[in-house]
């Protein structure tokens, strides 16, 4: 502002000095009043087209070609059920070409900590089940139980959310349990849809576990990005809200069940593999020394915050030298598929980062909807992407980076995290999932395609309803 100078006679205004950044300041100031009256005058001023947001102006060409890339990766894996790792390293090689990007590049965005992990975690629990160990802690469980047959599916989530919560690859606990929990179903008729979905939401559910890669893929997508949440509380999350929903289906079922519907039974072959599964022969030392292993490698990692993949490799590594199993038989429980798929998937994610194109995208989004719109696109997207593609890994490894890239400063980052990546879990049941296809096949013939819509259905209701529900959290909170 002008000074205001006072002498005896007179009132005059003497300005101060005009620095250079207060000079360009008054000339845009100016600039914009003659804009003001040209407008007046002669009407609104049409919108040239480089003021207009074009995709040009937002992508270049090889962020451009990325996207594409991403596109056709996902059909690829949907319409050819061909392993998105495979297609994201081939799309990696594309776009390595048109970026002019150093193949070094590339390769530091390999996730060799994950890789790790899943190999690792996967060996030492195969100690746990050539051993005999898993078959006689479940086995043990199961005589518990006994009669008290609605406990079963509340046993299956038990067991299939501890083997997740360690650190086992969710698939893993539904391919043990399942032939288990159809044998057990036989004594208790019409309960082996309830029981068996209880095994698979508790494995896939809680998975979320920092020990597990699902939960250790999120922490290593938001590291990247800097933010930092509670993992065990994300879990902790994920138990109740699961659990929450498989109560309700147990009753829905049930009241199925006196209708008349819902009785579905398992094959016959299904439930001679359960019975055989379940009367193998028990290794007692052998299994005894892999649940000291187990125990041990859950104190180091938890207590002491060992590394989760270097600490299972130790624990293989000793196990290994003691009993001598088959080695060919160790390897073959790795699932070499999931490896593939997080390893191929976040090297072409870090590609894309490096090249710009995840800031273009938050940079063009964040232009045109609310914090709260952009929750709930994702959050919705999430779910959806989940019951059409059977990797709900897959499918967050490509949506939390843009979750974590939206809302990084957001102080209630947790609450968004929990309200896009816990509904992932309860997509288990759609018939397009391993779990979900694993169950609706060992059902009785005639009763699968009864199966199949009613899991279909199931798993659309929970797209609907919970991605909704969660993200009430951080609205309320404000984001």
Request: some cysteine; overall charge neutral.
């Amino acid at each position: 502002m002008p000074r205001r100078s006072v002498s005896a006679d007179t009132v005059t205004w003497a300005s101060p000095p005009i620095v250079p950044h207060e000079e360009s300041g008054i000339r845009l100031r100016a600039s914009n009043r003659l804009n003001s009256s040209l407008v007046r005058a002669n009407g609104p001023e049409r919108p040239s087209p480089s003021s207009t947001l074009t995709l040009e102006r937002f992508l270049t060409l090889p962020q451009t070609v990325s996207l594409v890339l991403l596109i056709l990766v996902l059909i690829g894996a949907v319409w050819k059920k061909i392993n998105i790792g495979i297609l994201s390293l081939c799309a990696t090689f594309v776009l390595l070409i048109v970026s002019g990007a150093s193949a070094d590049e590339v390769y530091k965005s390999f996730p060799a900590d994950l890789v790790v992990l899943i190999i690792g975690v996967s060996l030492m629990f195969s100690h746990l089940e050539l051993s005999g160990a898993i078959r006689w802690i479940i086995n043990g469980v199961f005589t518990l139980v006994g009669p008290r047959h609605g406990l079963i599916p509340w046993v299956g989530f038990l067991l299939g959310g501890f083997l997740s919560t360690v650190g086992i690859f969710s698939t893993g606990p539904v391919a043990i349990l399942v032939p288990i929990i159809a044998f057990v179903s036989v004594t208790y008729p019409g309960t082996y849809l309830i029981n068996a979905l209880g095994v698979i939401m508790g494995a896939i559910g809680l998975g979320m576990s920092p020990l597990n890669p699902t939960g250790a893929t999120l922490q290593h997508l938001a590291s990247k990005a800097g933010v930092s949440y509670s993992g065990w509380g994300l879990w902790l999350v994920a138990v109740v809200v699961t659990a929450v929903a498989l109560a309700a289906l147990q009753v829905l079922f049930r009241n199925l069940a006196k209708r008349g519907k819902a009785l579905v039974e398992p094959r016959a072959s299904q439930v001679e593999e359960g019975a055989g599964s379940s009367s193998e022969s028990i290794n007692t030392a052998y299994a005894v020394a892999s649940i000291i292993g187990l125990v041990l490698f859950v104190v180091c990692v938890i207590a002491f915050g060992f590394d989760v993949g270097l600490t299972a490799m130790a624990v293989t590594a000793v196990l290994q030298l003691i009993f001598h199993p088959e080695q060919k038989e160790m390897l073959g429980r790795v699932p070499w598929g999931a490896t593939l798929l997080i390893g191929g998937l976040l090297t072409y994610l870090g590609l894309l980062e490096s090249v710009g194109t995840i800031d273009s995208i938050q940079n063009s989004m964040s232009g045109v909807a609310s914090g709260a719109i952009l929750l709930l696109v994702l959050a919705y997207l999430t779910a959806v992407l989940c019951n059409v593609e059977s990797s709900a890994l897959g499918v967050l490894s490509l949506t939390m980076p843009l979750v974590f890239g939206f809302f990084a400063d957001s102080p209630h980052i947790f609450w968004i995290v929990a309200a896009v990546a816990v509904p992932s879990g309860l997509m288990v049941m759609n018939p397009i999932h391993i779990a979900g296809t694993l169950v609706v096949a060992n059902a009785q013939q005639d009763k699968q395609n009864d199966v199949f819509r009613m899991f279909l259905a199931t798993s659309l209701g929970m797209t609907i309803v919970v991605p909704g529900i969660l993200a009430v959290i951080p609205l309320a909170l404000g984001l």
